[in-house]
């Protein structure tokens, strides 16, 4: 396995990771992104966004591309199609990421600190027939798969953002779509609901939940049975795809030791986006907060990537003041460091 080093290692290159890099390579500090598919991550599967500041309405993948340019033109390196297996803290207080390249094989990536932005992987509804008809009629995807619905039905589940403006998206190519939410108000922005319901061809059945995915003989899906939680009365919805929105759970498998987080799984950070690792900072929708927004992962980055510097910062002036090998003072000058600000870029 080879070995590389860095002064700072950023896993995953959404919103988050990519504006994480391009601070940090701004700072001057030897920086990596290492992303298991193309640079995007949730722009990739989002059509067009209308809430990024100044786009009023602008294609994912294109602001996608943009940031990579970017974070590149700045001095990042983004290595592609490296899947991160695990981040680990050595005892002496330098991580290694352990990942496996499509062009490189294994390699260790060395480094004092570490920005995961892994992102989320999008909620199972756990019900009978999901995971046998997913990629049959089951998506999670709207911009990947509603293509393959042109004049079909087809059932949301959800109450949220996505599930709304993925509804207002398929209805492009469904001939109808049915959007089943659980309770009796959507959770989802006004704007989007407004959106929605003045859209001819989504019909909402409020108070609902999706009980079995039901196929045929030939493994497509044909219908969704659903029941109406108010009265118990059970139905099937005739459609031939499901999209599930129901939100995310983070991507925090890479993080190899004890880290705090909320009950959701969300990665605690302070206000450095440092989680209860030293050294390691958590951006973008793997952290616990209260939206999860282009923007507000684009914010992470930035603060992660300064702070991140400022932690390196302190590393190196331990060493030079003969703290030596003592992590103990190492972790306190560099995390004073980080509290202490004061670096202008
Ligand atoms: P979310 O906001 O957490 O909403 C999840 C929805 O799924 C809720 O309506 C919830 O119902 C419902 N739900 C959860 N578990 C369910 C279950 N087992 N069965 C049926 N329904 C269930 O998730 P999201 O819509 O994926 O959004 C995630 C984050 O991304 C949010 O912060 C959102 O604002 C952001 N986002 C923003 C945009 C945008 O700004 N355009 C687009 C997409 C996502 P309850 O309401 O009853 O809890």
Request: hydrophobic fraction near 40%; charged fraction near 20%.
């Amino acid at each position: 396995m080879s070995e590389k080093n860095y002064d700072v290692v950023i896993v995953g290159a959404g919103p988050a990771g990519m504006t994480a890099a391009l601070y940090a390579a701004r700072a001057l500090v030897k920086t990596v992104v290492l992303e298991r598919g193309e640079p995007g991550g949730e722009l990739l599967n989002t059509e067009y966004l209308e809430n990024f500041i100044s786009y009023p309405k602008v294609l994912g993948r294109e602001l996608a591309d943009k940031f990579a340019e970017h974070a590149k033109q700045a001095g990042a390196e983004i290595h592609t199609y490296t899947t991160v297996d695990r981040v680990t803290r050595r005892a002496d207080g330098m991580f290694e990421t352990v990942a496996e390249s499509f062009m490189d094989g294994a390699v260790t990536y060395v480094s004092p600190t570490v920005i995961v932005t892994a992102g989320g992987t999008p909620v199972k509804l756990n019900i009978p027939g999901e995971l046998e008809y997913a990629g049959k009629g089951v998506s999670y995807c709207a911009v990947c798969d509603g293509g393959f619905f042109k004049e079909h039905h087809v059932v949301v589940v959800g109450g949220g953002d996505a599930a709304v403006e993925e509804s207002d998206y398929l209805s492009r190519y469904a001939s109808k779509v049915t959007l089943v939410h659980r309770r009796d108000e959507l959770r989802a922005s006004k704007v989007l609901q407004q959106r929605l319901f003045a859209n001819p061809k989504v019909e909402v059945v409020w108070n609902t939940v999706a009980e079995e995915v039901l196929g045929d003989e030939n493994g497509l899906m044909h219908g969704l049975r659903v029941r109406d939680v108010l009265t118990n009365e059970e139905r099937v919805i005739d459609a031939t795809g499901l999209f599930v929105f129901i939100g995310f759970r983070p991507n925090t498998g890479v993080i190899d030791g004890h880290y705090e987080h909320d009950a959701m799984g969300y990665v605690l950070t302070d206000n450095t986006m440092m989680s209860s690792i030293p050294g390691l900072f958590v951006a973008g929708d793997m952290r616990a907060q209260l939206t999860r927004q282009v923007t507000t992962a684009a914010g992470d980055g930035t603060t992660a990537a300064i702070a991140a510097e400022k932690y390196i910062v302190g590393l190196r002036e331990a060493q030079q003041h003969g703290a030596g090998t003592n992590t103990a003072t190492f972790e306190a000058v560099a995390s004073a460091k980080v509290e202490a600000g004061g670096y202008a870029h």
